[in-house]
């Protein structure tokens, strides 16, 4: 994930990189028909984060990125394949935390993600999961609102980009 600082006295922008590394989770969620299920969904990546674009020798700083979402998915059931193969669609909204382990800075922001994937379901309790996202987080926010007769809301800012793939266990009851 690439995370951008406004431009200096200098003009340059200087780019701060997460680096990749594993993350962990849980996700809760009602099937509130065949085809269609609600979840909430918390995610924890510890990772490293770094500058780039600087004269001066970057430095490693350890950051826990905590994602909290909620994940709408929308199954397909396809005639060609077996009964318990679901290719799906997901759509996400939520925050995103990022904190310091070495000082007390941490911000929150509003991520939301789009992507894809399959469930198998070997047996009617037990499955796994197989989904490719995209997750932008909305870095720089910047809301401004115009009002005289009514109001014209102008929302800007700056992404930055991460993709998940996520492998994993469902448990059905």
């Known amino acids: 994930m690439n995370l ?11 780019r701060v990189v997460i680096n990749s590394s594993p993350t962990y989770g849980l996700a809760f969620g009602v099937r509130y028909n ?3 299920v ?3 969904r ?10 780039v674009d600087t004269i001066t020798v970057p430095a490693l700083q350890r950051v826990i990125l905590d ?8 199954e397909y059931v396809i005639r060609e394949w077996p009964v318990w193969a679901r290719p799906y669609v997901i759509g996400s909204v939520g925050a995103t935390r990022l904190s310091s382990t070495a000082t007390t800075a941490s911000f929150t922001r509003l991520s939301f993600g789009l992507g894809a994937g399959l469930k198998a379901f070997p047996s009617r309790h037990v499955g796994f999961k197989l989904q490719a996202q995209w997750l932008p987080l909305w870095v720089n ?6 009002c005289s007769f009514g109001c014209v809301i102008h929302l800007g800012g700056q992404l930055s980009s991460q993709g998940e793939v996520t492998i994993g266990p469902i448990f059905r009851f």
């Open 67 to 74: 994602q909290f979402h909620m994940d709408f998915s929308h």
């Open 34 to 36: 065949d085809e269609d």
């Open 141 to 146: 926010p910047d809301i401004t609102a115009f």
């Open 4 to 14: 951008y600082s406004e431009p200096g006295p200098d003009g340059v922008s200087t």
């Open 38 to 40: 609600i979840e909430f």
């Open 42 to 51: 918390w995610a924890r990546q510890e990772t490293k984060l770094h500058i």
